[in-house]
Nanobody, 124 residues
């Protein structure tokens, strides 16, 4: 059974940084396209970033471009999201997701496995 476990969330002041991690077990991590999503209270889950292991393709939502960096370590079965210049509007529960395809996707419905989420709160 594939499991995803996120960590690294917390409370940070605006302008600060956090690094989220997502460790995958029970599957072949290098075969999955991976993504980060977030969901604020009362909002839909929204795309943040995605990475393709084979092509190296990386995509970001416009709202985080230039501030967030996605990366993966296939030896550690771990996905990362480095978040810098954080804003109060980045406050949300952040989820990592795995897709049993090599191609990336930006819609949550294309992902097969999800973590439990980690809370990120940015104070003004």
């Amino acid at each position: 059974q594939v499991q995803l476990v996120e960590s690294g969330g917390g409370l940070v002041q605006a302008g600060g940084s956090l690094r989220l991690s997502c460790t995958v077990s029970g599957g072949t991590f290098r075969n999955y396209a991976m993504g980060w999503f977030r969901q604020a209270p009362g909002e839909e889950r929204e795309f943040v970033s995605t990475i393709n292991n084979y092509s190296g393709a990386i995509y970001y939502a416009d709202s985080v471009k230039g501030r967030f960096t996605i990366s993966r370590d296939n030896d550690k079965n771990t996905l990362y999201l480095q978040m810098s210049s954080l804003k109060p509007e980045d406050t949300a529960v952040y989820y990592c997701a795995a897709r049993r395809q090599r191609m990336t996707a930006q819609a949550p419905g294309f992902y097969d496995y999800w973590g439990q989420g980690t809370q990120v709160t940015v104070s003004s």
